[in-house]
């Protein structure tokens, strides 16, 4: 799919699009072919993410996945937009930029923690 969003965007707005308004909505094409671009980006690396996460959570590293998440949702992508938006006055293209940012960093957080195969120690269930 992110490979569609990217190559071919049309196909996902013409449904949208009449004769009557294609004119008119030339400019929110043009923005939304780039938010495609944007979902193609997230959508990869959320993949990563989920599959990894759920790998360490899966392990019993659930207070590292608890930690960075916390730590990554505010300093990446939750002050980072209201300040940009607040102060800055980002547009519509720079929360998702930061939003893009926390996925990114996420998934190479967990891949890079499940590479590192301390969750291979750790049991989930003690014995007695």
């Known amino acids: 799919m992110a490979f569609l969003f990217v ?7 013409e449904p949208f699009l009449t004769e009557e308004n294609a004119a008119d909505i030339a400019p929110t094409i043009a923005i939304t072919v ?3 671009r944007f ?3 997230y959508s990869i690396f959320d993949g990563v993410y989920i599959v990894f996460s759920a790998a360490i959570k899966g392990a019993g590293d659930t207070r590292f996945v608890m930690w960075v998440t916390v730590t990554i949702s505010l300093c990446v992508m939750v002050l ?6 607040t102060m ?8 998702w930029i930061f939003v ?8 190479v957080i ?3 923690r499940f590479r590192g195969g301390k969750w291979k120690s750790m049991r989930v269930i003690e014995t007695t």
């Open 7 to 13: 190559t071919i965007p049309m196909v996902f707005l």
């Open 34 to 36: 780039v938010l495609l």
């Open 39 to 41: 979902v193609a980006l």
């Open 80 to 85: 980072p937009i209201w300040l940009g938006i």
């Open 88 to 95: 800055f006055g980002l547009g519509l293209y720079g929360p």
């Open 100 to 107: 893009s940012a926390y996925i990114i960093s996420l998934s």
């Open 110 to 112: 967990f891949y890079l």
